[in-house]
């Protein structure tokens, strides 16, 4: 389920070239087990339209069954119409109405495409991008605001064409027969300030579920400090419902990085919790040693090893909180806050570390194996919370 309400959906593309089976169904496979719970592949031509019915019986073989859009341009309404197996299999259909012809072209081949997911119930989301805005709509909003005592900027009229595009053709997709609830928005950019304001302008013009994401991000911090802030800035506000990162990975680098930054999002804004968080100082001139940073590295490491077996045999533990803290200044405080903390000695302190848990201190550790021991102890502390019989 999207919008009405629902939890904030992670979604995620696949890079592989759809008709090649074997690779697409691995990475659809690694998306889905780091978290995506939408995962959209390229349906650009024929030999990937039949290469989806078996995708997706191949993942159903693996025991992963995540719903699969098709993202069409172009051709997507002769593709939906030659190919009904792969029209049958996907969940959801993207048609970019920017790239599926001009004039009279255009409109018969929008209202196929419709008229195919309307009869199927398929739902649909309507994708503007600025790169491929309609040009038509785009060189009329330009003309008309030239014609302004106070011109807009261009920015802004290309904001209002995007918002005009995709506001228009959901429109004429309910004239069609598609209902509401079976449609999602979105238009994405890669400036910062005018993706925010074209969403801040749709939220207030339709009740629509949206999907956000800063298209063409880019690469490295870069890319994910850009994407971090425009969609920041939207979630705080309760806008969109699904999201993406589109990060452009290294060569060579994990695809699933984008999957991770809009779990990380969503926890780090509280609306939703995948995986317990470790809470750790950035280390100052108290905390002279390094014990705490490689603490902390060994806790987030053990953590992402136990996290698999913990969502089975423990389920809510992805809700703990852990800190580790390098001195006294604030490490008794935020151990306190934690569900389990530890607060380190630092320079000139007493070579003991008092461990909180639930807020209240429960021991000190000391010597050469204290890692180790917060290490068990937070072990410890999962399996008697969340165990089996455990009283939460």
């Known amino acids: 389920?999207?919008?009405?309400?629902?939890?904030?959906?992670?979604?995620?593309?696949?890079?592989?070239?759809?008709?090649?089976?074997?690779?697409?169904?691995?990475?659809?496979?690694?998306?889905?087990?780091?978290?995506?719970?939408?995962?959209?592949?390229?349906?650009?031509?024929?030999?990937?339209?039949?290469?989806?019915?078996?995708?997706?019986?191949?993942?159903?073989?693996?025991?992963?069954?995540?719903?699969?859009?098709?993202?069409?341009?172009?051709?997507?309404?002769?593709l939906l119409r030659d190919h009904p197996e792969c029209t049958k299999t996907l969940a959801k259909f993207r048609i970019n109405p920017g790239n599926v012809g001009r004039g009279k072209r255009h409109d018969e081949n929008f209202n196929q495409f419709i008229e195919i997911a309307r009869d199927l119930g398929k739902p649909v989301?309507?994708?503007?991008?600025?790169?491929?805005?309609?040009?038509?709509?785009?060189?009329?909003?330009?003309?008309?605001?030239?014609?302004?005592?106070?011109p807009m900027t261009g920015d802004d009229v290309e904001r209002e064409a995007l918002v005009e595009s995709a506001i228009a053709s959901a429109a004429a997709a309910v004239d069609i027969g598609l209902p509401e609830d079976s449609m999602i928005i979105s238009c994405k950019v890669s400036r910062l300030g005018q993706m925010v304001s074209a969403y801040q302008q749709l939220a207030k013009l339709t009740d629509i579920p949206l999907h956000l994401g800063l298209t063409e991000a880019g690469m490295g911090q870069k890319g994910i400090v850009a994407t971090t802030a425009a969609l920041s800035v939207l979630l705080h506000d309760g806008i969109g419902d699904t999201i993406r990162a589109s990060l452009t990975p290294e060569v060579g680098g994990d695809r699933a990085n984008e999957v991770k930054l809009c779990q990380d999002i969503l926890q780090a804004l509280g609306i939703r919790t995948f995986r317990p968080s470790v809470t750790a100082c950035p280390g100052c001139g108290r905390t002279t040693s390094t014990l705490f940073r490689e603490l902390a590295s060994d806790i987030q490491k053990q953590i992402d090893i136990n996290l698999p077996s913990w969502k089975t045999q423990y389920p809510g533990s992805e809700t703990l909180k852990v800190a580790v803290m390098g001195c006294v200044v604030n490490g008794p405080g935020e151990s306190r806050a934690a569900d389990i903390g530890i607060s380190l000695p630092g320079s000139g302190e007493s070579p003991r570390a008092p461990v909180f848990i639930d807020g209240k201190r429960d021991r000190l550790l000391s010597g050469p194996t204290i890692a180790e021991d917060f290490i068990d102890l937070v072990d410890e502390y999962v399996e008697n919370r969340w165990g089996i019989g455990a009283a939460n």
């Not at 693996?62 to 997507?76: K, R």
């Not at 994708?127 to 008309?144: P, W």
């Open 1 to 78: 389920m999207i919008g009405g309400g629902s939890p904030v959906v992670v979604q995620s593309m696949t890079d592989t070239d759809t008709a090649d089976i074997n690779a697409t169904v691995a990475q659809v496979k690694l998306l889905t087990e780091a978290g995506s719970e939408i995962v959209r592949i390229t349906v650009n031509n024929d030999d990937a339209a039949k290469a989806v019915p078996e995708i997706a019986d191949r993942l159903a073989d693996q025991g992963c069954y995540v719903p699969l859009v098709g993202d069409f341009h172009f051709i997507g309404h002769r």
């Open 125 to 150: 989301r309507i994708g503007v991008n600025a790169g491929s805005l309609d040009q038509e709509l785009l060189v009329q909003k330009m003309d008309e605001n030239a014609r302004r005592e106070n």
